[in-house]
């Protein structure tokens, strides 16, 4: 079973950074889409930024221009850089990975990690 972790939440005041990273605890295969996700309190979990096989990226509206994900195939690696952060980013922040092979699809979750934006 693959599992994902990611790192790299914490504390940071308002117009302040952080990078966020995800790692597999193994090799996937047949990857079609990796992505970001946060939920706040109370609130549902959101898209926050995804990033195809091939390197097309998309972004909800509230982080363009300041979010930017990335991701290294052979590592099974992602990140999030997180400029210019607002209290309204504070929420949980978890990594999503959808596989696709033929007309199956899996999704794995990571745990999430915690960012505060303090203003």
């Known amino acids: 079973q693959v599992q994902l972790a990611e790192s790299g939440g914490g504390l940071v005041q308002a117009g302040g950074s952080l990078s966020l990273s995800c790692a597999a605890s193994?090799?996937?295969?047949?990857?079609?889409?990796m992505g970001w996700y946060r939920q706040a309190p109370g609130k549902q979990r959101e898209l926050v930024a995804t990033?195809?096989?091939?390197?097309?990226?998309n972004y909800a509206d509230s982080v363009k221009g300041r979010f930017t994900i990335s991701r290294d195939n052979a590592k099974n690696t992602m990140w999030l850089q997180m400029n210019s952060l607002k209290p309204e980013d504070t929420a949980v922040y978890y990594c999503?990975?959808?596989?696709?092979?033929?007309?199956?699809?899996?999704?794995?979750w990571g745990q999430g990690t915690q960012v505060t934006v303090s203003s």
């Open positions: 999503n990975v959808v596989t696709r092979l033929g007309l199956s699809t899996r999704d794995y």
């Open positions: 193994r090799i996937i295969f047949n990857i079609d889409v």
């Open positions: 990033i195809t096989s091939g390197g097309s990226t």
